[in-house]
T-cell receptor, first 112, second 112 residues
Framework: DAGVIQSPRHEVTEMGQEVTLRCKPI?????LFWYRQTMMRGLELLIY????????DSGMPEDRFSAKMPNASFSTLKIQPSEPRDSAVYFC??????????FGPGTRLTVL | KQEVTQIPAALSVPEGENLVLNCSFT??????LQWFRQDPGKGLTSLLL?????REQTSGRLNASLDKSSGRSTLYIAASQPGDSATYLC???????????FGSGTRLQVQP
């Protein structure tokens, strides 16, 4: 298996623009997690899905952030409108049974 | 709310030394604990996963222990090598909220 795949790897955008991050989990994994990593706050959970259903979105910063999982092999995290404070590395992870989590390479987002 | 602390924040050792990284957590009602490695600008690589019912796990030169009652875990690295230089992250999976809470990491530098 190729592991968790994320795209794009790097994204530079201007404040106010819409940003969409994409994730393909490992095949057969029922859990998908979105995390954000910043220097100030470290790694924090944003939202996670079980069998394509959002279970806990308490980490989503505000209404500008939304996440979807239309099928078992694809998820998106959207920020609209983006702000400079959203600059961070966004990680997607998947797990077969809520046990060991496997992380993707991350998307480095810079909002100017 | 679970809080995870890692000590020390940074560590520099000469090649060949055995070393211990520490992780503590505030809520002992955990599901599992996972140690990760992160290289600069890269994603997270899972090193060891310890279930709440286990006391330790070993993989090659790495050994992780868990003392749930005292809220502590240690990662022991034997015969350190320059290739071990990275940031090591401890993450706790709670029984209630099925996602990982991360420590801030220990940045390790192994000098040749």
């Amino acid at each position: 298996d190729a592991g968790v795949i994320q795209s794009p790897r790097h994204e530079v955008t201007e404040m106010g623009q819409e940003v969409t991050l994409r994730c393909k989990p490992i095949s057969g994994h029922d859990y998908l997690f979105w995390y954000r990593q910043t220097m100030m706050r470290g790694l924090e959970l944003l939202i996670y899905f079980n069998n394509n259903v959002p279970i806990d979105d308490s980490g989503m910063p505000e209404d500008r952030f939304s996440a979807k999982m239309p099928n078992a092999s694809f998820s998106t995290l959207k920020i609209q409108p983006s702000e400079p404070r959203d600059s961070a590395v966004y990680f997607c992870a998947s797990s077969p049974d809520y046990n060991e989590q496997f992380f993707g390479p991350g998307t480095r987002l810079t909002v100017l | 709310k679970q809080e995870v602390t890692q000590i020390p924040a940074a560590l520099s050792v000469p090649e060949g030394e055995n070393l211990v990284l520490n992780c503590s957590f505030t809520d002992s009602a955990i599901y599992n604990l996972q140690w990760f490695r992160q290289d600069p600008g890269k994603g997270l690589t899972s090193l060891l996963l310890i279930q709440s019912s286990q006391r330790e796990q070993t993989s090659g030169r790495l050994n992780a222990s868990l003392d749930k009652s005292s809220g502590r875990s240690t990662l022991y690295i034997a015969a350190s090598q320059p290739g071990d230089s990275a940031t090591y992250l401890c993450a706790v999976g709670d029984t209630g909220r099925r996602a990982l809470t991360f420590g801030s990491g220990t940045r390790l530098q192994v000098q040749p």
